[in-house]
């Protein structure tokens, strides 16, 4: 069982409410993703991370952003959440050099 | 830009048969390519990933074919069971550097499995 955790599992926000999504992995990995999915639908790269202090922006374009100021961490941040934002955003990470990442359960946000 | 897709998104086979999902690419520069299965309320779980310097990996029920001439890969799933039954993505690592790389992930095909 992959050690990554993502918290909340589920968030019910209203329009213009900064949230952040937590992302934490216990297996050292440099590499660390988000994606943005609907349901039934493609995974879309949103962010990246090779190590402490990198971030990247992915294909989707996305009005959040992430930090990684801890390489276990890497936390993802909406300063203003809006009904377009709701979707469900999982996280992963793999090692340097290893082609499995490895995902956390996902949150599911809904911005009413 | 690039992308990787399925041509089916839905696949209904009867219990004990085998499976094949396919997948089309278009990023020639990608090093590996990579099948997840996805159960429904969890995230993605490898399966199995094949080099792009390789035709066929096998692995436990599953088989990977990738045609490089016609950018394609697929899953083969042998006696599929109720137990696969999910939505399966195709995946490629696309080289930025070399010690960097982004993961892409294709859509989905789901994977209904009869009794």
């Known amino acids: 069982e992959a050690d990554i955790y993502q918290t909340p599992r589920y968030l019910v926000i209203g329009t213009g409410k900064k949230i952040t999504l937590e992302c934490s992995q216990t297996?050292?990995?440099?590499?660390m993703y988000w994606y943005q999915q609907d349901p039934g639908m493609e995974l879309h790269l949103i962010h990246y991370?090779?190590?402490?202090?990198?971030?990247e922006k992915g294909d989707l374009s996305s009005e959040s952003t992430v930090s990684r100021i801890r390489t276990e961490h890497f936390p993802l941040t909406l300063e203003s959440a809006r009904p377009s934002h709701t979707s469900q955003y999982l996280c992963?990470?793999?090692?340097?050099?290893?082609?499995?990442?490895?995902f956390g359960q996902g949150t599911r946000l809904t911005v009413v | 830009g690039e992308s990787v897709g399925l041509h089916l998104p839905t696949l209904s086979v009867q219990e004990g048969d085998n499976s094949i999902i396919n997948c089309a690419y278009s990023?020639?520069?990608?090093?590996?390519f990579i099948w997840y299965k996805q159960e429904s309320g969890k995230g993605p779980q490898f399966i199995i990933d094949?080099?792009?310097?390789?035709d066929k990996r096998q692995g436990q029920r599953v088989t990977v074919l990738l045609n490089k001439t016609v950018k394609h890969l697929s899953l083969q799933i042998a006696a599929t069971q109720p137990g696969d039954s999910a939505v399966y993505f195709c995946?490629?690592?696309?080289?930025?550097?070399?010690?960097?790389?982004?993961?892409?992930f294709g859509q989905g095909t789901t994977l209904q499995v009869k009794p």
């Open positions: 992963a990470s793999r090692s340097a050099g290893n082609t499995e990442a490895f």
């Open positions: 990023n020639s520069a990608s090093d590996y």
């Open positions: 991370s090779y190590g402490v202090n990198s971030t």
């Open positions: 094949i080099r792009s310097n390789m």
């Open positions: 995946a490629e690592n696309t080289v930025l550097s070399s010690n960097t790389g982004k993961l892409i």
């Open positions: 297996m050292g990995h440099d590499k």
